[in-house]
Structures are given as structure tokens and as C-alpha cells.
């Protein structure tokens, strides 16, 4: 037995005799030109030496490059483009009852007729120098006129009191929720520091004002993973340098070609 045959397992045996030789088939040829059955493919010799496995090399990194984990946060820093033709909300710090024009409200005060509650027969009275029937007219007039000014301020009150009421009405959500959000624990102490608190607190107002829809719980969800990916991506690079320093280095081959 050789040295190499003993190194690859190589076994010597008895000279036998030699099968007739059959005839040569053609090899089938692939539509890539590759030689074998268009379904199978050769698997390589030796899977180790391919350079993309070989140690201390790693695989090539998509086309597009590897995908930051902050892109998912881009937009809760895009500010939201307002419809112009959507209606204004109406504040607490707008008027309730609207502005009033004055010539219009003339115009539909001399429109009403205050005497028309007084009596035909009254009036005939007071026309033909009746004192009693004169003053019952003008009394007559008067209240209608009291009577309509009463209704009118009491329609102005109910109007301005129930528009405040919806106001604060819908107002009351979004405040409550403000303060969920604000009295939510975090998860990590490290973002309840005095010096994180604020930057925290802000960027959960961000992610409320972004994503109404989210619950006080989710909105905090988000800020802690923004914070922890922040932290993340900016300790990946010494991370990676440590990893690499500690990792045993490749064996150099070049120094068996000089022996």
C-alpha cells in the first residue's frame, strides 16, 4: 500500500480480468451545456472549498443591501399633508355662536309684526280716541315684542351652551388618551432616567399624533422598539469590530509554499 493510498482509502486488489467493453453511449447534454440529466445537477466535490463558505467569509449581501430596522420609523417623522378642502374642527377658542350681521338681523326684525296679536276691534277703539283702547294696543305690542326678545335669547343661550357641550365633548377622548399614554410604564428602566424621560414622553406624543388609531399601550410598544433599535443600529459597528477581533483568525497557507 502506497502513501496515498493509505491517506484516501484506497484498497490494492487482484488483477481480474477485463469485462468486454460496451459501446460508448453519448453523453446527454443539458440546454446550459452542461453535461448529465437536465434534473439533477452535480453537487461540487468538495462543498468546503466553494469561496463563499470557505472560513472567515461570509455570504454576499443582497443587491439592494441589508434592510435598517429604523425604516419602519420614517414615518411617524413625515408630517401629515392637510386637505384643504377638508372642514376646520371648530376649537373651544372659537366663537359658539358664529358672527352675527347686523344689517341682516335688521332686515328680519323689520320684517315681524309685533301688533298683529292685537285686537281689530282694539284698534278700531284707539282710532276713534279711546284712551283704554290706545293703551291696551301699545301694552299689546309691547309683550309680543318681550315675548319674541325672551324666546330669542333663550334659543341663543341653548345654542352657545350645547355647541360648548360637543366640544368638550369630543375633546374628552383625545385628553384622556393624552393621559394614558403619558402614565404608561416602560418596560426598561434605563428609558425612565431623567435624561431619557422627555425624549421618550416626546416620541410617544409623535407616534400618538401619527397613528390615532393605536391604543396607549401600542403607542408605548412603539417608542420603547424605536429606542431599542436606535440603541441597536448605533452599537452594531463596535459590536461587530469586538466580534471580529475575537474571532480566531484564518489559517495563512502561504507559509507550506515557502518550506
Do not use: C, W
Not at 64 to 91: C, H, I, R, W
Not at 98 to 109: E, R, S
Amino acid at each position: 500500500m502506497s502513501f496515498l493510498d493509505g491517506i484516501f482509502g484506497r484498497q490494492t486488489a487482484q488483477p481480474s480480468p477485463a469485462p468486454a467493453a460496451a459501446p460508448a453511449q453519448p453523453t446527454p447534454v443539458n440546454a446550459n451545456g452542461s453535461a448529465g440529466p437536465a434534473t439533477k445537477q452535480a453537487a461540487p466535490a468538495n462543498p468546503g472549498a466553494e469561496p463563499a463558505t470557505m472560513y472567515g467569509n461570509q455570504p454576499a449581501a443582497p443587491a439592494g443591501g441589508p434592510e435598517n430596522p429604523l425604516d419602519s420609523f420614517v414615518d411617524f417623522f413625515k408630517p401629515k399633508q392637510v386637505d384643504p378642502a377638508a372642514p376646520k374642527a371648530p376649537t373651544m377658542a372659537d366663537p359658539f355662536l358664529g358672527p352675527l350681521d347686523p344689517a341682516a338681523f335688521k332686515q328680519q326684525v323689520a320684517q315681524t309684526n309685533f301688533a298683529a296679536s292685537i285686537a281689530p276691534e282694539t284698534v278700531q277703539k284707539a282710532l276713534q280716541g279711546d284712551p283704554q283702547a290706545f293703551m291696551e294696543a301699545i301694552n299689546t305690542a309691547a309683550r309680543e315684542a318681550f315675548a319674541a326678545s325672551a324666546q330669542l335669547t333663550h334659543g341663543l343661550v341653548e345654542h352657545g351652551a350645547r355647541t360648548a357641550a360637543e366640544r368638550v365633548s369630543g375633546t374628552i377622548d383625545s385628553r384622556v388618551r393624552d393621559f394614558q399614554i403619558r402614565t404608561q410604564n416602560v418596560s426598561n428602566e434605563a428609558l425612565a432616567h431623567p435624561a431619557v424621560a422627555p425624549m421618550v414622553s416626546a416620541m410617544k406624543r409623535q407616534i400618538a399624533q401619527s397613528n390615532p388609531q393605536l391604543s396607549p399601550e401600542q403607542v408605548q410598544q412603539q417608542a420603547e422598539a424605536y429606542f431599542t433599535q436606535v440603541a441597536d443600529v448605533l452599537t452594531a459597528p463596535k459590536q461587530a469590530a469586538a466580534a471580529a477581533s475575537a474571532a480566531p483568525q484564518a489559517p495563512n497557507f502561504a507559509g507550506y509554499l515557502n518550506s
